[in-house]
T-cell receptor, first 111, second 114 residues
Framework: GEDVEQSLFLSVREGDSSVINCTYT??????LYWYKQEPGAGLQLLTY?????DMKQDQRLTVLLNKKDKHLSLRIADTQTGDSAIYFC???????????FGSGTRLQVQP | DTEVTQTPKHLVMGMTNKKSLKCEQH?????MYWYKQKAKKPPELMFV???????INESVPSRFSPECPNSSLLNLHLHALQPEDSALYLC?????????????FGSGTRLTVV
């Protein structure tokens, strides 16, 4: 079955870059997503990458995909205190109708 | 309108009560989803509706009953719940099932069963 794994916690200082990592097992994954969840809120889609891409940049966010190693990362440049949240990696493979989420990485940004 | 609206935001119910969670979107999305999220855990899929028909039921107990009255509305009827059903219930929608379309999530209903 599908499995998506993330480290549980990351702490950075304000202004530094954050890198959140994710590994997945389903080789049929076609799209991979990053969602942000602030306390008590729903999930906000941050960005996604198609499996035939290696990198996608969107303002402060850079997504890197290593399809061979099934490894996805999200880099947040110039991390701000407002970036403190839980970040979920998610994937959906061909023919599947729902996303599979990772366990989430709690990002703590210290002033 | 680019939002998924869920009501109520908070709900406390007894184990003998009957209540309903509501979800609404006006983006023309034809796929709608219910997820359950326990504290410090990822969302777990419960139900998927496609064009107003139930497409996936992830072996959810019958005390949870979904309903899709029209393409904009999704309900989750609750009856005889247990304290372990306390969680954040998230509704989401997507334009269709093509993988390029991400989900839009609502802010959730925090349910407490007493």
């Amino acid at each position: 079955g599908e499995d998506v794994e993330q480290s549980l916690f990351l702490s950075v200082r304000e202004g530094d870059s954050s890198v959140i990592n994710c590994t997945y097992t389903d080789s049929s994954s076609t799209y991979l997503y990053w969602y942000k969840q602030e306390p008590g809120a729903g999930l906000q889609l941050l960005t996604y990458i198609f499996s035939n891409m290696d990198m996608k940049q969107d303002q402060r966010l850079t997504v890197l995909l290593n399809k061979k190693d099934k490894h996805l990362s999200l880099r947040i440049a110039d991390t701000q205190t407002g970036d403190s949240a839980i970040y979920f990696c998610a994937e959906r493979g061909t023919g599947r109708r729902a996303l599979t989420f990772g366990s989430g990485t709690r990002l703590q940004v210290q002033p | 309108d680019t939002e998924v609206t869920q009501t109520p935001k908070h709900l406390v119910m007894g184990m003998t009560n009957k209540k309903s969670l509501k979800c609404e979107q006006h983006m023309g999305h034809r796929a709608m989803y219910w997820y359950k999220q326990k504290a410090k855990k990822p969302p777990e899929l419960m139900f998927v509706y496609s064009y107003e028909k139930l497409s996936i039921n992830e072996s959810v107990p019958s005390r949870f009953s979904p309903e899709c009255p029209n393409s904009s509305l999704l309900n989750l009827h609750l009856h005889a719940l247990q304290p372990e059903d306390s969680a954040l219930y998230l509704c989401a929608s997507s334009q269709d099932f093509a993988p390029g379309y991400g989900y839009t999530f609502g802010s959730g209903t925090r349910l407490t069963v007493v």
